[in-house]
């Protein structure tokens, strides 16, 4: 088997997406994976990790608010049922918009007046556009699987604990 006909992994070390926050706006996301836990690092635990940045997200929004612009990020760690992660809001000079296209098939008219012949008779193609604004905040996640008791990355976590225990400067 040739290197070319290998499958491909759709998850790098860096992962960007965008999700959606609110009806107008949406937030970069970056997960970042070690390379020896590409191999794990699945869209199973992808949706995981999404699903889970859901429910915390508005929390952090509230604590590093309620923290201030002035001190230095704090990393959060969540765990999952199948890997654990850190994650902490990062300002971005990134100034631009999103767009999510949306297809659609439209039946065509079959009323017998209009039908001439059965090849004639194709779906009509529509699409649409939807305009996000990308939020000041992106979103960074440094995902690796489930460990043995309470450290992530090899470093005992405390609640308070800063990005650069977790990851020295280049955390940041």
Request: glycine letters at 4%.
């Amino acid at each position: 088997m040739t290197t070319s006909s290998l499958p491909t992994s759709q998850f790098t070390t860096c992962n960007e997406r965008y999700i959606k926050i609110s009806d107008k706006q949406v937030m970069l996301v970056s997960i970042h994976v070690k390379e020896e836990n590409l191999s794990w690092f699945n869209d199973t635990i992808y949706k995981e990790i999404i699903a889970s940045i859901r429910k915390v997200l508005p929390l952090k929004f509230a604590r590093d608010k309620k923290r201030g612009k002035e001190e230095k990020q704090v990393a959060d760690v969540y765990r999952c049922a199948n890997c654990q992660f850190a994650y902490y809001l990062k300002p971005t000079e990134v100034r631009h918009s999103v767009l999510e296209k949306e297809k659609s098939f439209i039946p065509p008219d079959v009323s017998e007046d209009h039908i001439t012949d059965e090849e004639d008779v194709k779906p009509i193609l529509s699409v649409t556009y939807t305009g996000y604004n990308v939020f000041r905040m992106s979103l960074v996640i440094y995902a690796e699987p489930l460990g043995k008791g309470k450290d992530f990355g090899g470093v005992k976590t405390t609640a308070d604990m800063r990005i650069d225990s977790y990851f020295g400067s280049a955390g940041e």
